[in-house]
């Protein structure tokens, strides 16, 4: 684990559950928590895009659009 000993906090809610959970797929890691930063778990602008991507279609599936 990149955090080592550090405390990990618990998710604030759904949401931020949610995008973490799409972070750890695009990243293919589950070593994600909620306060890490995507740039220093090597998350590249490709990856952003596909992050972005998914979570839009997430979005659009969640409001029938």
Not at 19 to 41: C, F, K, M, S
């Amino acid at each position: 684990s990149a955090r080592g000993q550090q405390q990990v906090r618990e998710f604030a809610d759904e949401t931020e559950s949610f995008v973490v959970g799409q972070v750890r797929v695009v990243l293919e890691t589950d070593d994600v928590a909620p306060d890490d930063d995507v740039w220093t778990l090597w998350m590249d602008s490709l990856g952003a895009v596909e992050l972005c991507t998914r979570l839009a279609d997430a979005g659009r599936r969640k409001h029938g659009l």
